[in-house]
């Protein structure tokens, strides 16, 4: 998969990348909006984004990147699971909500599930695009009968002799 990360704790951000990037490619960022300008420029499979930042926080990560993609995945981390950052990690639909420090197999579980999830939509459009294929095809073929039972009847009720 294909990680955007972004959390202004440097040395958080190394160590979170240094065990996904063994399974995935993470592209890390201290800066937000650097990395909402990466995000313009890629795809990106899921944003793991630290909640309390200097310039903005996750929420505002979380809907800035919803206004570029509807169906863009964020997972928010943070140190400080409050209740009113649950409501507000909750109304916002962020994928999940991690504490820090991030338990790995928590994290991962998270990022298999959006794994599978992608596979499942993609073979749900891939299905969808043989379906139009086929659809197209017996388009094709049902014109074509129509045409030969047109032209069938057009000469067996238009031949000399034979009534209409």
Not at 85 to 97: C, E, H, K, Q
Not at 132 to 146: H, S, Y
Request: negative net charge.
């Amino acid at each position: 998969m294909n990680i955007l990360l972004i959390d202004d704790d440097e040395s958080c951000l190394k160590s979170l990348a240094s065990i996904l990037n063994l399974r995935n490619t993470c592209q890390t960022f201290t800066m937000p909006k650097k990395a909402i300008e990466m995000y313009k420029q890629s795809v990106f499979d899921v944003v793991i984004t630290d909640f309390y930042m200097p310039d903005m926080n996750g929420i505002q990560v979380l809907q800035q990147l919803r206004s570029l993609n509807h169906d863009a995945k964020v997972v928010i981390m943070t140190g400080y699971l409050d209740p009113d950052t649950i409501i507000s990690v909750m109304n916002n639909r962020a994928y999940a909500l991690l504490g820090k420090p991030l338990i790995i197999d928590e994290l991962m579980a998270t990022l298999e599930r959006i794994e599978q999830e992608n596979r499942e939509r993609e073979r749900v459009m891939n299905e969808h695009a043989n379906l139009v294929l086929e659809f197209a095809q017996l388009k094709i073929a049902f014109e074509e009968l129509l045409d030969m039972l047109k032209n069938w009847a057009s000469k067996k009720y238009n031949s000399p002799g034979k009534p209409p």
